[in-house]
């Protein structure tokens, strides 16, 4: 059995692609479709009915796609629409926040966690909440890092600058007792090398490689892995400006995007709803 | 002659408080009306339309409370809405670029400006396009700085990072014969010290204070100055989260900000309109 139909993959922006480059160093046989929701992004501070709605657009663009499985990559829309999203579709659907929580509690006998991440996903508690639901007795200090994804984005990652503020972020660890360090924020993974010299022998669990690992065991699951024997191809679709998404996803795929494609999802919603009609 | 109407300043944000206080150690007698269009930040990736039509509403407030003049402290706004706000009102009417682009012009007498700002404000050309005017023999070196501002908001200005961001960004002027620094962006003035430490003997103009000299000039010409004895007063409203802008605005004013009002400007203005009908 070999299934060659793509895995769907969104976020709010880039972001993402550091969940793609994690799960295609794993899947490289796998197809894959990206959307970048960049007309919407940031999605910190919109609503979770906002949040929903955008997510159930982009979900249901992929399944006309024929996807088989799903990832959503992006922190905000995990948090606010994972559980929407299962109700309302068949195939198999993955966020960035649980797979990690999982594994951060797998290194943590105590559970004493530090989790690091945006302003807004600090604060909006998604990742306390989960890992309180899966281990109540947890310890978690959480730390907000506005400056990182700024410093991502703009390929200041090798910068001395970088490591300075790393560190002053990482300052109140001195009076926690921590068991593992949780990158709760989809660039992150980029700074991964030089949190590693930061924090020694304390392990590091990042979402993005995390979520793919989980995604691995579904695809197992399901028995919907792709055996091809050549590599699998990714297309990309953005809802705003494919130049900048190209420009800037090349910093966070080491690699150039050839083509990107800008969809207009609602023209694309009321185009096969109106197909659809009897 | 006295004048104790206030002057009013606006911007999308908290930049232009650097401006209030640059204006407010050269004219302490004087009364502010303050308004940081939050709801609407940032203003950077707008329409011209729009920006003039967010400028009107503004205007139009602060014309209800009897203001003597106006400064746009926000370089959007300057770029696409003065003459337009010019064309509208009554008062003297001032932005951000022209007084900060004639003096860096007369510390150059070949012309020779580097202009530092966000990617918005240099690839919108409008620092570029207004010192070509003035002086059309100007060699300008335009460098995108998009960490900065986040540095300054973040309260980063005096880490070491900064520092060694800021030397990354003037690199490009070891290849160009720099008379003149100009600082371009409202957050810049907090940084002004470690500019001056890595420029040396080049002067540095920053948009804030030459702004708040050309205020002075314009006040005194105008024959509107308060000649009052008392310390003047500043009164702060916001399109949104006055309790955002009073924590992030201490930052600038390095005083805390008592009260923030929260306005609705099309209410308000519908309002007014109502009123105004026979």
Redesign the interface.
Known sequence: MSDSRPIGIFDSGVGGLTVLKAIRERLPKENFLYFGDTLHFPYGEKTAETIIQYGFEIASFLNEHQIKALVIACNTASAFALKELIQKFDFPILGVIQPSAKKALAFSPRGNIAVLGTRGTIRSMSYQKTLLEMQPHSKILPIEC??LA??VE?N?TH????R??ME?YLEPLRNFPVECLLLGCTHYPLLLDQFRELMGNIPIVDSASCCAEELCSTLKYYQIENHNETEGEISYFVSEDPEKFQKLGKVFLKTDIEVVQKVNLCDSLILNWSFGKP
Chains 1, 2 share one sequence.
């Not at 910068?159 to 970088?162: E, I």
Request: aromatic share 8%; proline share 15%.
């Open positions: 506005p400056l700024p410093i703009e200041f910068h001395l600058a970088a300075l503020i002053t």
